[in-house]
């Protein structure tokens, strides 16, 4: 809201002009100090504000501090921040303004003041302030030592916050004596609590945290994580310790399951047991029989199968945790031989999955690994339906690719002469495309006729497109427009096409873009971003109207693909996007789009987009990119933002692109700014208010 008097509002005068913008620019000190010190507490409080500016020096710092010592006997009066909050504020924003300043001379009196009772109505602010200030300052160890006391009376969830954020040492251990207090219904304050020492001490408690049934997913994840980022863990994660967190990798959430599986991985005994457990993932064996398992273990710690699939998905992600510096090439083939036996067709297909990305894993750390991990793959994962896809990307990504076989599985003339079934035929057009390789293009080809089977054709139309390969687009040209097709061929023919980019395809993309399936509209909104042409940008915006949002988010990114050829019309699409409510990540990504083309138009379009209908998040996102326009494009746009009447709070982009534009304005406005906004909230407003005057100072604003 903005004011256009200097009269208070309301009993507190909360908008009022106190002149202290004014003495700040003037670099007035004296004149700072004689509105601390004076009886209006409105004007006190925001020359405490600026005093925190480290521009006003040591006499800044002192200031602050006398009036710390002047307010502290009020502190056992029951009015003072009770009743009349507004004589308390000087005081709350003078213990803030030394934590920004970072003034060591101010620890005895923090203390002092943390050390005196206060009443019930300022004690919490005071409390949050001072110890803020002392932990912005650097002394941790005078606020862990006041904070346990308090903690001692009541473990309060703020007072384990300021403990979080004031981690010393020396108060490790009283901590440790006391997080019992905080279980088992502050589980999450206290994982972060422990978090913050990143101490091995705390590992045994965040262990115990990890295991407990009173746990949620998130505190679970979040103790994993600390426990993640301890040093030493072969001192901590003893064997007695192992066997509780393999029990997490059975459980229902997988981020969890992924965490505890990382944690195990960073010990010999855990990377022991994870091996153990996938040599039986169906814990079928005589319990005799099971290696690395004591007799002592319970039935139910033993894993199923989506434990595997976990340690296998742990394995892809860290191969070198597995494998030994001293003996890395045999390792790696003896890792990768080991989860061979996971390829059997009778386990299920998500952890034979997961198996060949954890062979790919191994495969690509040394080529004695990859050969064998290639040769198991094209025999036993690409002529499986349930893992072809999965056993072509990863083959593409062997370090030494079996291009070879690959080509005589799909059949190098044309497509006659094959060695492989149709499954693996589809896995090695994918591999290839995947592989880039232009020997292939022949057999792709030659896979779109009409007589081979359905999937072989979708996956040489996908592989066609990766190649780029120009020869075949009037073969896909064709299939994009042939109503007979199945409607799955069509849609990948119209992505092949895209990705191609060749310039007699558009009339096909063009067909589609007007097609009643949902599926050719998808496809042809995300390629027709390769053709700048004036058709594409007409067919792209209609698109941007289509009733489905996956369609219209393609058709967005696609104009932001073309670039300015687009600008006019992604600068239309705001008004149409108020109208359809359009979902956000829609409105943020044609933010994004507009913030990437230049001109007055585009800045325009922004500017709608930061006002209402809007919502919050899409408003704010392209306040952003206006405050990143060029200053004479922007300033109109800017200027009726920060007056708008409904603002109910500092436009912080805004406020300093207008304090850098320059604009004779700008100064009247920043300092309106300033002065009228919600006051003595610890939050970003007031810094962003604080740093636009800044720059006015900084350009030498009189």
Not at 436 to 452: K, N
Not at 455 to 472: I, S, T
Request: aromatic share 4%.
């Amino acid at each position: 809201m903005r004011a256009g008097t200097g009269e208070g509002r309301g009993r507190t005068g909360r908008e009022r002009d106190t002149g202290v913008a004014r003495l700040w620019m003037a670099g007035d000190l004296d004149g700072l100090c004689r509105a601390l010190e004076g009886p209006d507490a409105l004007t006190a409080a925001r020359a405490a504000e600026v005093l925190g500016e480290p521009a006003f020096g040591a006499e800044g710092g002192a200031a602050l501090i006398r009036c710390l010592e002047r307010c502290e006997p009020l502190l056992t009066d029951p009015d003072f921040g009770s009743y009349n909050h507004d004589r308390s504020w000087p005081l709350i924003e003078a213990v803030r303004a030394l934590g920004r300043r970072r003034e060591q001379r101010a620890v005895p009196a923090l203390c002092r003041l943390l050390d005196r009772e206060a009443g019930e109505g300022l004690r919490y602010r005071l409390e949050t302030a001072a110890f803020e200030a002392l932990i912005a300052i650097g002394a941790w160890a005078e606020a862990s030592e006041r904070l346990l006391e308090r903690f001692d009376r009541q473990p309060e969830p703020h007072l384990v916050w300021l403990l979080t954020e004031a981690p010393h040492p020396r108060a490790l251990e009283p901590v440790l004596a006391r997080v019992w207090r905080l279980l088992p219904y502050q589980l999450a304050e206290a994982v972060g609590l422990l978090a913050a020492f990143r101490d091995p001490s705390t590992a045994p408690a965040l262990l115990h945290i990890v295991t407990t049934a009173e746990a949620t997913h998130p505190t679970r994840r979040a103790a994993l994580r600390a426990l993640l980022e301890l040093p030493g863990p072969e001192r901590w994660l003893h064997a007695s310790r192992i066997e509780p967190l393999v029990g997490r990798l059975r459980g229902p959430d997988r981020e969890t399951a992924r965490l505890a599986g990382h944690l195990l991985a960073r010990t010999e005994q855990g990377r022991a047991r994870m091996r153990g457990l996938l040599k039986d993932p169906q814990g079928r064996w005589p319990r005799k029989h099971r290696e690395n398992v004591p007799d002592s273990y319970p039935r139910e710690a033993y894993p199923y199968e989506a434990g595997c699939v976990v340690i296998c998905e742990v394995m892809t992600e860290r191969p070198q945790a597995f494998v030994s510096p001293s003996r890395g090439a045999l390792r790696s083939a003896e890792e990768a031989e080991a989860i061979l036996p996971l390829l059997d067709p009778a386990l299920p297909a998500e952890l034979r999955r997961a198996a060949v990305r954890a062979l790919g894993a191994f495969g690509a750390v040394d080529s004695r690994a990859g050969r064998m991990v290639a040769a198991a793959l094209l025999e036993r994962a690409l002529p499986d339906r349930r893992t072809v896809e999965t056993a072509a990307a990863t083959l593409a990504r062997l370090p030494e690719p079996p291009v070879r076989e690959l080509l005589r599985l799909l059949g190098p003339d044309g497509g006659r002469g094959h060695e492989g079934t149709p499954v693996s035929r589809r896995g090695a057009a994918l591999a290839l495309g995947l592989l880039r390789h232009e020997a292939a293009a022949p057999g792709l080809l030659a896979a779109l006729a009409a007589d081979e089977p359905p999937a072989l054709r979708r996956a040489a139309a996908d592989a066609l497109g990766l190649l780029g390969h120009r020869p075949a687009v009037p073969a896909l040209v064709a299939l994009a427009g042939d109503e007979e097709e199945a409607t799955a061929l069509r849609a990948r023919a119209v992505t092949a096409l895209g990705r191609i980019g060749a310039h007699e395809a558009l009339p096909a993309l063009l067909g589609a873009a007007r097609s009643d399936s949902e599926s050719l509209r998808l496809r042809a909104a995300g390629s027709l971003g390769s053709f700048p042409a004036a058709e594409a940008v007409a067919a792209l915006t209609d698109l941007a109207s289509d009733t489905e949002p996956e369609t219209v988010r393609a058709a967005v990114d696609s104009l932001a693909r073309i670039g300015p050829p687009a600008a006019s019309a992604l600068c239309a699409l705001p008004d149409l996007a108020g109208h359809d409510r359009r979902p956000g990540d829609t409105l943020r990504a044609l933010v994004t789009a507009l913030a990437a083309c230049p001109g007055p138009e585009c800045t325009t379009a922004l500017a709608r987009l930061a006002h209402p209908p809007y919502s919050q998040s899409v408003r704010a996102a392209a306040e952003r990119a206006l405050a990143g326009r060029p200053a004479a494009e922007a300033l109109p746009h800017l200027l009726r933002l920060l007056a708008d009447p409904m603002m109910r709070h500092p436009h912080g982009p805004a406020l300093l692109a207008l304090a850098r534009s320059g604009a004779p304005e700008a100064e009247a406005i920043v300092v309106e700014h300033f002065e009228h906004q919600r006051s003595f909230v610890a939050d970003r407003y007031r810094d962003e208010a604080r740093e636009a005057l800044r720059v006015l100072c900084r350009a030498g604003a009189p």
